[in-house]
Nanobody, 121 residues
Framework: QSQLVESGGGLVQPGGSLRLSCTASGFTLDYYTIAWIRQAPGKEREGVACLSSDESDTRYADSVKGRFTISRDNTENTAYLEIHNLKPDDTAVYYC??????????????WGQGTQVDVSS
């Protein structure tokens, strides 16, 4: 079964950091653009970071620039999202998704199940 599995979420105090992981199984992540997309309660989904398959294009939402870093390790078939200086507004379910097009893909072939990030004191 081909799938993406996220991990690394949790409860963090404001100003803290997390590293989210997105591991692919059943397919090779190398060929896919990876996006991290979050959804907060009552809000629409927001793409926060995107990295093309050849790593030539990296994009971030304005709300996270300078705090979020997307990366990938093709030897581990895994993508990452490092988050620093977390804010309460970052509270959301974070999904990774893989698509064949460049950033930002119009559609995604794979979605993870999501990992919850809660930022609270």
């Amino acid at each position: 079964q081909s799938q993406l599995v996220e991990s690394g979420g949790g409860l963090v105090q404001p100003g803290g950091s997390l590293r989210l992981s997105c591991t692919a199984s059943g397919f090779t992540l190398d060929y896919y653009t990876i996006a991290w997309i979050r959804q907060a309660p009552g809000k629409e989904r927001e793409g926060v970071a995107c990295l093309s398959s050849d790593e030539s294009d990296t994009r971030y939402a304005d709300s996270v620039k300078g705090r979020f870093t997307i990366s990938r390790d093709n030897t581990e078939n895994t993508a990452y999202l490092e988050i620093h200086n977390l804010k309460p507004d970052d509270t959301a379910v974070y999904y990774c998704a893989g698509g064949k097009q460049g950033c930002w893909p119009d559609e995604y072939d794979y979605w993870g199940q999501g990992t919850q990030v809660d930022v609270s004191s």
